[in-house]
């Protein structure tokens, strides 16, 4: 039974490896260029062993995706248990979630048709991953607001609605950002901002 588990992890941890290296290959060539063949020499395997793992480029593609997102949210969730407000640990974990996940991609010569391809292949898989970084951020404002570091009394929306236009916010800097020294400045502006509004004096 023990070593089933191990085999399970190596597997896993296999197919982990060979999605992070495809989302290298798909930044460095974009998506209609890049090849499974690309994907499966970067990997260190062979073509047939990558159609083990997934049925087609645009799977894999969604696979790549997931585990950056997932990956990104892993990091958050670690860096807000470090010390700090909530405002700044919440602004911490937003740079380095879009650090893994998004800085890559916009940094990529393809960002913009990754992204596109991001919004219509993935977009399931997008939004399921905004609704659990969305719910993480959420977590941490509900628990700032009961031990009373911020008040959310006179808010006319729950926390989750306030971290939603918040993360909204931020997707509409992405939009505009002319450099990633300045999007995360901008990111940073905009979580102060917002944060400025429940830093701890009633709400009239």
């Given at each position: ?34 090849a499974m063949n690309d994907i499966a020499q970067a990997a260190g395997i062979s ?82 991953g905004q609704n659990r970084l969305e719910g993480v951020f959420s977590q941490a ?64």
């Amino acid at each position: 039974m023990k070593q089933a588990k191990s085999n399970k992890s190596q597997k896993d941890e296999k197919r982990e490896a060979v999605f992070a290296v495809a989302g290298d290959v798909f930044a460095r060539y974009g998506f209609r260029r890049t090849a499974m063949n690309d994907i499966a020499q970067a990997a260190g395997i062979s073509r047939p062993a990558l159609y083990l793992m997934v049925e087609n480029k645009e799977d894999l593609f969604s696979e790549a995706v997931t585990f950056r997102f997932n990956k990104g949210i892993d990091k958050a969730i670690s860096t807000l248990s470090e010390s700090g407000s909530i405002a700044e640990r919440i602004t911490a974990s937003i740079l380095a979630f879009e650090k893994i996940f998004y800085e890559p991609v916009a940094e990529s010569p393809h960002g913009a048709e990754l992204m596109d391809m991001s919004s219509s292949i993935a977009a399931d898989l997008m939004k399921k991953g905004q609704n659990r970084l969305e719910g993480v951020f959420s977590q941490a404002l509900e628990e700032a607001i009961s031990t009373g570091e911020v008040v959310f009394s006179g808010m006319p929306m729950k926390p989750l609605a306030f971290i939603h236009l918040l993360i909204s916010a931020i997707g509409g800097l992405k939009k505009q950002a002319t450099s990633m020294e300045g999007l995360r400045c901008q990111i940073a502006e905009l979580v102060g901002i917002f944060f400025k509004s429940i830093d701890g004096a009633p709400h009239k």
